[in-house]
């Protein structure tokens, strides 16, 4: 079997590729400098599996990483808009210098093929929806615009060093070890926990927000399918990842507060400056090119993560005071 090296691999995206594939049987090198990831997520991975703490900015860590690998999944970045916006220049190295390292590593190493973690962002606010992959994009914050230029930096490795390279464009992705805090679905999590707690959430506007939310079974699946498909489909482009169906906030939280038996009606506080009313995806391209087919739907998403969320408060509940985070 192949060997495989997976950045940001103890974060939640990153984590479940590394289990996915060392269970399938191949060798995976997991990457990361443990910044926001963590060990926990990758203890308990049977099969095949070599933890290396290394910095995506540093650039001798990564040519001996990349040695003899196979294919790449870059899922390593800072991923917080917010925390972006305050602090531009950590986020910039991490996520676009950490990015064309990477790139120079796997072409001096003659590594086939990287696939990468784009995000929607990229689409900023500005199109018609559903978005699909020949909009102009207009990424609007440094995080966007760090994840749009990875892209770029791809396309370009392909058309002048023909290193192999597919950029998957995220909606929302949520599941089970997603922190709270996490810009994309933490809401989610949030709620989930709140509820859990016999605490109040908030929703931020009048939740007629909505998202592409996507479990993580989905994305797996689709990083899987772009290390696989054939080079004269799939290199060089970017495919939108998502279930390609809108769910509002008001909709999640009812869900997830009868799944939880929670019966407080949702409290409503002011809209966040800079909220994209609503976001989702095309996934025609992915269907047709990668053979892409989302698996795990929403509702049954939410029940999966509720599950996940309800085990974690059980064993926090069971804990002896004092050793409780
Ligand atoms: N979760 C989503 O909905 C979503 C949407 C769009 C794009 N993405 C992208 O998907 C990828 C994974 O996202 P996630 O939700 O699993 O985030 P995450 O924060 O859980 O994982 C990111 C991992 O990267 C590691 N990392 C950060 N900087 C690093 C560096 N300089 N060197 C080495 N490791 C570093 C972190 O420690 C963490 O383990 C990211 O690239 C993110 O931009 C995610």
Redesign the pocket.
Known sequence: MATYLV??A?????SWITQTLAERGGTVRA???????KRENLAGIRGEMTVIE????DAAALLHACEGVECIFH?????SVPLAIQDPRTRHT?NID?TFNLLEAARATGVRRVVY????SAYGNKNPLPQTETMLPGPLSPYAVQ?YAGELYLRSYWEVYKLETVALR?F??FGPR??PD?P??GVMAKFTRMMLNGEQPVIHGDGTQSRDFTYIENVVQANLLAASAPADKVAGRVFNIACGEPHTLNETYALLAEMLGYKNPPQYGPPRAGDIPHSYADIRAAREDLGYAPTVDFTEGLRRTVGWYRQQHAQRAAQPVGAKA
């Open positions: 950045t940001g103890a974060g939640c995206i990153g990457l990361d400098n443990f910044s926001t990831g290394a910095d995506l900015r899922q390593g970045a800072l991923p991490a950490g973690a784009a995000s929607s994840k995220y929302n992705i997603q922190a996490s994309y679905s």
